[in-house]
């Protein structure tokens, strides 16, 4: 059976832009490094293909032209093990799955390559521990009814205790995570957004604020609070596409779509 498959420059070029470690983010292995018995190198890695390079093969795309087979655009570069892992489990490894993979693996490295020693292996090893501390983010939003319940059932003053421990939680969560990295950037717009919130709210005795379709007060409140979901909501929509994690069917329902 023809295989599209990748040229010996197309494979250099992916393990170079991977820098040589598997681009797996829970694996991270180097692939690359010295022989022992003499002066040669030895590289333990894989150009593998996002989409197979022939038509039996796991996630194989009609539509592509061979061109487009055999693009660099269409490999990454992984450990052997993870390569091996990733064709025999072809439903547990969708193409949307290994490109955002490439794509994350990619970003980190172009980062890691302009800071200094210390700083990037602080950022492998960050990149490594983003997609539990991603889950962690958002299990912390998935239990505030704040961001779920019907806006009449709201306390305004339960809301800012929520949104106040809310903001200690994530700054908590950042001190784990590489700063600047991708996962930062969103903690820090999270806490932008609540920020934000508090700021428009702060003119309101909250304590005192209760549900009134006629009180003007009560109107902006509830106009904050639908904002601040919205915002939130974009988020963790994105939080959670680039992660690969499953929004329990309630939560997912209040993104905006
Ligand atoms: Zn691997």
């Known amino acids: 059976m023809a295989r599209d498959d990748f040229?010996?420059?197309?494979?250099?070029?992916?393990?170079?832009?991977?820098?040589?470690?598997?681009?797996n983010p829970n694996c991270l292995r180097l692939t690359a490094g010295p022989r022992s018995d003499d002066l040669r190198g030895l590289s333990t890695g894989h150009a593998a293909h996002i989409c197979a390079a022939s038509a039996r093969g796991?996630?194989?795309d009609t539509n592509q032209s061979v061109d487009e087979r055999k693009s660099a655009a269409n490999g990454l570069w992984l450990c052997r093990e993870c390569g091996d892992m990733i064709d025999k489990d072809v439903n547990g490894f969708t193409k949307e799955t290994l490109t955002a993979w490439k794509l994350g693996h990619e970003?980190?490295?172009?980062?890691?390559?302009?800071?200094?020693?210390?700083?990037?292996?602080?950022?492998?090893?960050?990149?490594?521990?983003?997609?539990?501390l991603a889950k962690e983010v958002?299990?912390?939003?998935?239990?505030?009814?704040?961001?779920?319940?019907?806006?009449?059932?709201?306390?305004?003053?339960?809301?800012?205790m929520s949104l106040d421990d809310l903001r200690h939680e994530l700054t908590r969560l950042r001190s784990r995570c590489a700063s600047d990295s991708p996962l930062d950037k969103i903690i820090v717009a999270l806490g932008r957004t609540v920020r934000h919130f508090f700021d428009t709210v702060e003119q309101f005795d909250l304590q005192t604020l209760k549900c009134d379709g006629n009180d003007p007060n009560w109107l902006a409140f509830e106009t904050a609070l639908k904002v601040l979901r919205k915002s939130v909501g974009y988020q963790i929509g994105k939080l959670a596409a680039s992660y690969q994690i499953t929004l329990p069917g309630e939560f997912a329902e209040f993104l905006p779509r």
């Open 138 to 160: 958002i299990s912390l939003l998935e239990d505030r009814r704040t961001f779920w319940a019907i806006f009449d059932a709201e306390f305004p003053d339960r809301v800012r």
């Open 107 to 132: 970003t980190m490295i172009a980062e890691v390559r302009q800071k200094g020693w210390s700083e990037s292996i602080e950022l492998l090893r960050s990149g490594q521990m983003a997609p539990g």
């Open 58 to 60: 796991p996630r194989f």
């Open 7 to 23: 040229t010996q420059k197309t494979k250099t070029e992916l393990s170079l832009r991977a820098a040589h470690f598997c681009s």
